[in-house]
């Protein structure tokens, strides 16, 4: 029987991070992954045409990630490229751009909606960035406890805006409509919920205030060159440099447990392999209830996993090859790496949202779209490009759609799409193709581990309260996937703060850092060169 010390379910980029902190510390790491390739959800597949790189999942990827500082990716051949404008909203009369880097523009950008907006903005980075990041890199601290180190007053204020719901920070704080559309459909864009944002969803969203604070710097987006599945090839070939060894293909079938003690995980072809520590990054109700097994569990954990809400919301993407960027009659847009099209004031979210309710397709679709290969043209042949766009829809439908019955609702997209654009007419489009839970390719995997931030499932009571600190009820198993705080978005949370609970059970010292750089401000009024 093989052995190892860390077992890591799942090469998704919070098992690789994981695997990475975990090989960094000296401790011999196996990660399997029953996929044939490493990175999860950071897939670029050819979906449309030969040579056209979709990325099908993670696109935009914030550049500020403290994993991006504790290893170095350059020697193992990951480049990245940061586009000029992150955001393009445009609007029946006029637009707002955010641009990446340059937080005096966005503060001129904003106050032209509302000065008030803008210098609540740098108000809350001010007062609160380092705070939140400081908690997003940590394990989550009991309610009520949070904002350790801030004045007593602005304690107090930061547990109360983290004790609201996102959309209820957004109506407090801001006055500005257009203000308050931008942050809803980012929070939409990030997390893939449309609910987090509808204001008729609010009592269902408890304690997720602290997303505002997220918004309030510039995580500085960028992409990944060749195509996102690019950055999980090269922590794969650190890990080979670490002593880390992954096993593609190679599907973990059990969780072994013996008297509530992790022993090791099987494999589907039958081998064992014995783990002082095993740490899933797959989805967290199939780890408990079908890795590890409900004999194993206290009934009552058995039942509060039965009892997490999955997410209402699908997404029905489209995917194009093309034969020339769109030119967007908003000529900002034409350089931006993110458009939200089709959301015109606040009540767009909550018609949204009543139809996800109601099972329907939108009657007026809007989304988010964008063309990475103006940054990446390696990822396409000569003079082509591809285009992708997320439209959120009912679950249902989503599950429920077949390629019989994809084309219509691609048809409306599309049609909708050309109200924005001079020249995506069927000339330009070589090839297409819709992606939806219907022909999802990771079964397994959801934007946020198949766990939303909805009924209270958020900070120390994600997954479950029990399992908020990355242990389980089963001694020895952890949980490092995106179902854990902090969530989904490749930034590396689970992983890193998940890699220190292991290190300190195992009696080894973290290595990195626990100060954090702190990111950009996302707007700041000062002149550059001045405080
Ligand atoms: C459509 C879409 C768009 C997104 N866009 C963005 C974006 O632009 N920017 C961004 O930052 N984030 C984005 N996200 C979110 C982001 O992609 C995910 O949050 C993140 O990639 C999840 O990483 P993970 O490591 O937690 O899990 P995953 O990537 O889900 O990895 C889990 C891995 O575990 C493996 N696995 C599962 N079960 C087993 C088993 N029994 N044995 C072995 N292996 C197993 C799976 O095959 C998979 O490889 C998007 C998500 C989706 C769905």
Redesign the pocket.
């Given at each position: 029987m093989a052995r190892c010390d860390v077992a890591v379910?799942?090469?998704?980029?919070?098992?690789l991070g994981l695997a990475a902190y975990c090989a960094r510390l000296g401790l011999d790491v196996v990660v399997?992954?029953?996929?044939s390739k490493v990175g999860?959800?950071?897939s670029t597949e050819d979906v449309t045409l030969p040579g056209f790189r979709h990325n099908l999942?993670?696109?935009?990827?914030?550049s500020y990630a403290p994993f991006y500082r504790d290893f170095d990716l350059r020697p193992f051949g990951v480049r990245f490229v940061r586009p000029p404008v992150e955001y393009v909203m445009p609007l029946p009369d006029r637009h707002l751009t955010i641009r990446c880097g340059d937080p005096q523009a966005n503060y001129r950008a904003v106050a032209r909606f509302s000065r008030h907006d803008a210098d609540m903005i740098q108000d809350l980075y001010r007062r609160f960035h380092r705070t939140w990041l400081t908690e997003y890199y940590s394990p989550p601290l009991p309610a009520g406890q949070r904002g350790q180190g801030l004045s007593t007053q602005d304690q107090r204020e930061y547990n109360r805006l983290c004790a609201m719901s996102f959309r209820a920070t957004v109506d407090e704080l801001f006055q500005s409509e257009e203000v308050r559309l931008l942050f809803c459909l980012r929070a939409m864009e990030i997390t893939?919920d449309v609910g987090l944002a509808a204001r008729a969803a609010t009592a269902d969203y408890p304690g997720t205030g602290d997303f505002l604070f997220r918004l309030a710097f510039d995580e500085e987006y960028h992409i990944v060159l060749g195509g996102t599945n690019e950055l999980g090839q090269g922590i794969a070939r650190l890990l080979g440099k670490l002593g880390a060894k992954i096993l593609t293909g190679s599907?973990?079938e059990r969780i072994v447990v013996r008297d509530g003690q992790v022993q090791g995980v099987r494999l589907a072809d039958g081998e064992t392999l014995a783990a002082r520590a095993v740490v899933s990054?797959?989805?967290f109700t199939?780890t408990m209830l079908d890795?590890v097994g409900e004999e194993h569990l206290d009934r009552g954990f058995v039942e509060r996993v039965k009892g997490l809400r999955p997410s209402r919301v699908g997404?029905f993407?489209l995917h194009l090859a093309v034969s020339a960027p769109p030119r967007y009659r908003v000529p900002e847009a034409r350089e931006a790496l993110c458009l939200f099209l089709g959301y015109e004031a606040l009540h767009d979210i909550e018609t949204r949202w009543s139809e996800i309710l109601a099972g329907t397709f939108p009657a007026k679709p809007s989304f988010h779209c964008g063309c990475t290969s103006i940054y990446d043209p390696d990822s396409v042949p000569d003079g082509g490009h591809t285009l992708y766009l997320?439209q959120f829809v009912p679950a249902a439908i989503s599950r429920e759609t077949t390629e019989a019955t994809a084309g219509a609702y691609l048809e409306r997209i599309l049609a909708r799409w050309r109200e924005y654009t001079t020249d995506l007419g069927d000339a330009q489009i070589l090839g297409r193709h819709g992606y939806y839970l219907g022909n999802w390719k990771?079964k397994?995997?959801?934007?946020?581990?198949g766990v939303p931030l909805s009924h209270g499932q958020y900070y120390d009571r994600r997954p479950l309260p029990e399992c908020a600190d990355y242990r389980t009820p089963v001694r020895g198993l952890y949980l490092c996937?995106?179902a854990s705080h902090p969530g989904?978005?490749?930034?590396f949370g689970?992983a890193r703060n998940a890699a220190g609970v292991i290190a300190n059970d195992l009696g080894l010292k973290p290595w990195w850092s626990e100060d954090l750089v702190p990111g950009t401000p996302l707007v700041s009024r000062a002149e550059p060169g001045r405080a």
């Open positions: 379910i799942g090469s998704g980029h919070n098992g399997v992954e029953a996929g999860g959800l950071l999942h993670a696109v935009t990827l914030g893939g599907r973990v990054g797959a989805n199939n890795l997404k993407d997320w990771m397994q995997a959801h934007p946020y581990g996937g995106s989904g978005s490749v930034r689970p």
